[in-house]
């Protein structure tokens, strides 16, 4: 990390502010919401389609326990947290995850970071599978893979300073030796752009943020090929979301970081991530590169999500989406909905939405959409889609004769597809 440059502006040295508190560093665009930022400045992250994947992701479940209260404490079901998703991360790449509270974001990263041991599925990483290994297998391989947590306030321990924060690490992992520590560290401070001299402070003593770099910082220290940033922003003030967000983009550029970035904010993740997939219920109901799904989304669910996003394009040119209000609760993933887990609250739903699961088909280049009735906003197929495809009648039973045909589920994108128009396979 030594080689590494980051053009810190005079005017990004913290100050302490009248409590005592160090106060963020005041770049002259701090005062820009992230919107305004996004619009003049950091170009957006470009999408390298010839990337190797740096993470597989195959079939991953995470079913928790729900257990009877009394003695016995039997397990009486499951909440399906995440069922069934598979994506991979480009080398360098930057996967958005965006869904409604509840649908299993943060659990998948748990799951990527083997916080938690997956019920089910693949992680392959540099051709291990990171949901097989055991905890010594594993430690290596936790230098690769690192988490930011969204939460500045509780992911830092108030006892420790940020030299012990920062630097354990880089003891666990024995990378440096002792004495080399503390010089590693302020390395380290300075690329986020906190003052190295502040090693020894508690982070009590930082504004949010900052202790979001502190976060950032410990998570960088192992040289980390993949980073799971879970809401790294949600909890900061607008001004200091567009500072911490350009930080990850530049420190991304500089080292070459692949990042699942899961996040609420649709306009932040239009900016961070040429990809994004979209969950719901422990399900991904749609993946595609960011023009398509901000511009071309199929799914309903998608749609309604996007409906609720200020474009600033659309504005700009004169109108604005209507807002589709999506109607009832999330289910609950302990007894989902039966065939599409959408259908409750879809206004598009049919007998087939209830009787067949909508597989998450590959219908473009680099779009993947799980909707019997996929099509553009406004422009949906009045008979369902996949129908042909599943050997079933557009009610969803059983055609006698008829076998499903063999179509790519995998983590991947292939160089063929099911074209939705024509109803066939066609090729790139
Ligand atoms: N340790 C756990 N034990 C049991 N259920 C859990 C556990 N962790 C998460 N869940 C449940 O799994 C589902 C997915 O939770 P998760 O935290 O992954 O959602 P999320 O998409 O990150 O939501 P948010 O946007 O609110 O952070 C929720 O129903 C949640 O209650
Ligand atoms: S499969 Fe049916 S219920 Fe599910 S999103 Fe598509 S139209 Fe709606
Ligand atoms: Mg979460």
Known sequence: MSDVNLDKSPDQEPVVSDGGELADPVPARAHLTFAEMAAQGHLPMKLDPDAEPVIEIDNLKMYFPVKSSGLLRRTIGHVQAVDGISFSVPKGGALGLVGESGCGKSTTGRLITRLYTPTAGSMMFEGQDLAQLSPRELKPMRRHVQMIFQDPYTSLNPRHTVGTIVGAPLSVHKVVPKNQI??????????????????????????????????????????????????????????????????????????????????????????????????????????????????????????????????????????????????????????????????????????????????????????????????ELGAHPARPVTAGLLGVDDQGSPKPGETPQHFNLGPTFEKSWYDIGLQHMVSA
Request: proline residues 7%.
């Open 182 to 375: 503390i010089p590693k560290v302020q390395e380290i401070l300075e690329v986020v752009g906190l003052n190295p001299e502040h090693y020894n402070r508690y982070p009590n003593e930082f504004s949010g943020g900052q202790r979001q770099r502190i976060g950032i910082a410990r998570a960088l220290t192992l040289n980390p090929k993949l980073l799971v940033a879970d809401e790294p922003v949600s909890a900061l003030d607008v001004s200091i979301q567009a500072q911490v967000i350009n930080l990850l983009q530049d420190l991304q550029r500089e080292f070459d970081i692949a990042f699942l970035f899961i996040a609420h904010d649709l306009a932040i993740v239009r900016h961070f991530c040429p990809e994004v997939a979209v969950m719901y219920l422990g399900k991904i109901v749609e993946i595609a590169d960011r023009e398509t799904i901000y511009g071309h989304a199929h799914h309903p669910y998608t749609q309604a999500l996007l409906s609720a996003v200020p474009d600033v394009r659309q504005a700009a040119v004169g109108g604005r989406r209507e807002r589709i209000r999506l109607e009832g609760d999330v289910p609950s993933p302990i007894n989902p909905p039966s065939g599409c887990r959408f259908r409750t609250r879809c206004s598009l739903a049919q007998e087939i939405c209830a009787k067949v699961e909508p597989p998450l088909l590959q219908i473009g280049s680099r779009h993947k959409v799980a909707c019997h009735f996929a099509g």
